[in-house]
């Protein structure tokens, strides 16, 4: 599509004092230009909005704060920016929009407003002015707004109106727990802005999210195209918001930590799910006050706040070398909703601090061992880049010794807005108030309070019914952060949590990729599996994110993280395997390459077999319906026939882990690319593949001296975007 920006004003006062301001990079001011050009050349409306896509905590604020100057300078007179219900956002939002336009305001050329504390008695001169109103979506801001512009100040509604609905992602409606009466909720709202939208003279809309899911969840009445496949909702167009070279997202922490000694593979600790019950309430029989720097069932939280503290110190200890200023660092804990247990939480941070802080003064051997552990953790990540100054141990033992006795921590609940603003500092953001600052609850934790230099993430929210747009928010783990800071940052949860936000990174990465390159024109296949039907279309709205698996072209599944069954117990099912797999090799319809074309039976036979071979690990899964489900759909994709491809390979003697300790997740790449995955992906081109690879299972490689088949599905390469949903909302 073709934008005419020739006749966009790009020289307006609005616009360059912001670029002069900001140094807007060429990329950022092309995508702000383009998309007010859009708003001028395409009729738009709340429900065919132009839409700003960006990624989380990725600049999509800086984004749409320039686009509402080229607005000021374009003929628009007014910008009504709707913002998620926190005071805290709106605070924030308030804040930095008076920052960004500071000299525009002090020349009397615009005004900010929120909209609850809009004076009832603006003048004419005051409303020539440039206006700002930042709305709340909730029921009393809508009404003040309509209150304003149509019994206050009806001359406001001849202006012409830009509304900007920032995190306009409806997805966090689909999945709440009360999701009737927030559904509901929604629709009120829309209501509102329609009837509002029918005062003004000629208003434009722009969405601005940072989950592409959202655009599958409206509206109600979505068409389904072939039987299987959902569009998104047509916005008037489609922007993409650059990311910029600082940016930290999914990719960092669901991509590059499968890489062997990148700095991102040393960012995840897992957790064991019966610390977070510890860590629900106070119980005097689970957790003793006097032992909490040697109890092993809250060994990571201890770990936690020990790695943070040590962390930080090793930043400050090298911004002090460079002759920088010392930054304040932050850390969340957020495993529950309730304040009780914050309170709980609260008391273990400080037994931990008091205990800290007597075992610095006192030099002991225990602290000496805390210390040491966590210098030799966090170093291995520091050691991973090259131009950054590595101190001795000796040296942030000291910094770490000084920083418990100069009292540097400081631990605070965040449970309520009351709470959040007494923590806000005068540009709406938490003050770090001291050197190192541990935050716990949930309030902050909400979408758009910005947390600075963040380095420690403890996540342990229930991802029963994960919802994509709100996960990944709540553990702040994106955004722009200097890579020094990030080989030092730690996050920890449960391997299960940590499974599902890969599925939804997973999730989110292609419904972007297929923005990216065929922009809101294409739509994906949303697909579930009915045992007594088959595979069946489903409603982007029922699907659980924490049941969903990403099929595209040539994407794997194994199961990882397992130990075999005992020999006694498993050799009769492995010597059936072997018999079925000869027999499928010796009637296979065809062959190529040592692989064999056989029926998906077969394979799920083989598949079933394997499950009852295999003891999963805490938090890990082999999901056999979904397995299944995957085969079903993946042969139904191809047109002749249910078949699949058999690569076989024996006498295989991987180890159960890996050198940093992680359990061994490539069987199929020994070669670093020339070995069983590669050959699967060569022949699988209309059929999916399924490679099986015959371990030894050798008891000095970590297993119980039982042969195992390890099974690694592939699908093809001809084969459409596709979100399969094992389980789905009732």
């Not at 940072?210 to 922007?239: C, N, W």
């Not at 941070?349 to 966090?378: C, H, K, M, V, W």
């Not at 292609?510 to 279309?537: A, C, K, N």
């Not at 982007?540 to 595209?552: A, D, Q, V």
């Amino acid at each position: 599509m073709s934008i005419n920006t020739h006749l966009l004003q790009t020289n307006g006062a609005f616009f360059q004092q912001l670029n002069r301001k900001n140094q807007y990079k060429q990329d950022s001011r092309e995508c702000m230009v383009r998309t007010m050009a859009q708003l001028l050349d395409t009729s738009t409306t709340e429900h065919h909005p132009g839409m700003l896509l960006g990624k989380i905590q990725s600049g999509k604020t800086r984004t749409f704060i320039g686009v509402i100057a080229l607005a000021y300078d374009n003929g628009y007179d007014m910008v009504i920016l709707l913002t998620k219900g926190t005071n805290a956002l709106v605070k924030q939002t308030y804040a930095r929009l008076n920052d960004e336009f500071s000299k525009a305001i002090e020349e009397d050329e615009m005004r900010v407003y929120d909209i609850m504390a809009m004076p009832d008695n603006l003048r004419k001169y005051e409303l020539s002015q440039k206006l700002a109103v930042i709305v709340k979506k909730e029921t009393r801001n809508l009404d003040h707004l309509h209150e304003a512009l149509t019994e206050r100040y009806p001359q406001l509604t001849d202006k012409r109106v830009l509304f900007i609905d920032d995190e306009a992602d409806f997805a966090s409606v689909a999945y709440e727990y009360k999701r009737d009466q927030n559904v509901k909720h929604m629709r009120v709202i829309a209501t509102k802005i329609n009837t509002l939208r029918e005062t003004l003279r000629k208003p434009a809309f722009l969405q601005v999210t940072a989950t592409p899911y959202s655009l599958y969840l409206q509206p109600e009445d979505m068409t389904i195209h072939k039987g299987k496949v959902f569009e998104p909702i047509r916005p008037a167009f489609t922007e993409l918001v650059p990311i910029h070279e600082r940016y930290i997202g999914g990719k960092v922490y669901f991509e590059w930590s499968e890489k062997d000694g990148h700095l991102s593979s040393y960012l995840f600790h897992p957790v064991e799910e019966k610390e977070l019950d510890v860590m629900k309430k106070m119980d005097g029989r689970r957790v003793k006050m006097e032992h909490l720097l040697t109890q092993k069932n809250i060994s990571n939280i201890r770990q936690a706040i020990v790695n943070f503290i040590v962390g930080a110190g090793i930043r400050r200890w090298q911004q002090r070398e460079k002759g920088q200023r010392e930054q304040k660092y932050s850390f969340i804990i957020h495993t529950e909703r309730g304040k009780t247990a914050h309170a709980w939480q609260a008391e273990l941070i400080q037994g931990f601090e008091q205990l800290l802080i007597e075992s610095a003064r006192e030099e002991s051997e225990l602290f000496q061992q805390l210390i040491r552990e966590s210098y030799n953790d966090l170093m291995r990540s520091v050691q991973t880049l090259e131009k950054t100054t590595k101190p001795a141990f000796s040296a942030v033992y000291e910094e770490v010794r000084r920083s418990l006795d100069e009292e540097y921590i400081v631990s605070n609940i965040v449970n309520s807005e009351k709470d959040v603003n007494e923590l806000l500092d005068h540009t709406g953001q938490l003050q770090l108030r001291s050197p190192m600052n541990i935050f716990i609850g949930g309030q902050i934790l909400d979408r758009g309070v910005t947390i600075h230099n963040l380095i420690g993430f403890f996540y342990g929210r229930n991802p029963k019914s994960f919802q994509q747009d709100t996960v990944l928010q709540h553990s702040r783990m994106y955004g722009a952060r200097p890579v020094a800071d990030l080989a030092v940052t730690r996050f920890y949860t449960t391997q299960r949590i940590y499974a599902v936000m890969k599925k939804i990174h997973e999730f989110d990465t292609e419904l972007r990729r297929v923005f990216e390159q065929g922009g809101h024109r294409r739509g994906v296949v949303f697909v579930q599996r009915d045992l007594s039907e088959g595979i069946l279309p489903c409603n982007p709205n029922k699907i659980l994110l924490s049941e969903l698996t990403m099929i595209n072209p040539h994407k794997r599944m194994l199961p990882i993280g397992f130990q075999t069954g005992y020999k006694t117990h498993i050799q009769k099912t492995i010597l059936e395997l072997d018999r079925l797999i000869a027999k499928a090799k010796t009637s296979a319809r065809y062959s190529e390459d040592n692989a064999y074309l056989i029926p998906v039976a077969q394979a799920k036979e083989m598949l079933r077999l394997v499950y009852e071979t295999l003891e999963m690990e805490e938090g890990r899964d082999f999901d056999l319906d979904e397995y299944e489900g995957v085969l079903d759909y993946l042969s139904k994709e191809a047109e002749s026939g249910a078949y699949i491809w058999l690569l076989t390979r024996t006498q295989r003697q991987i180890r159960r882990y890996k050198q940093d300790g992680k359990f061994e997740n490539s069987p199929d790449t020994p070669g670093k690319g020339s070995g069983e995955l590669a050959a699967a992906r060569k022949v699988a081109r209309e059929f999916p593949a399924l490679i099986m690879l015959r371990q030894e299972g050798k008891k000095e490689h970590g297993w119980r001296g039982a042969p195992f088949w390890w099974p690694v599905l592939v699908a093809q390469a001809e084969t459409s975007p596709t979100v399969y949903a094992n389980k789905t909302v009732k």
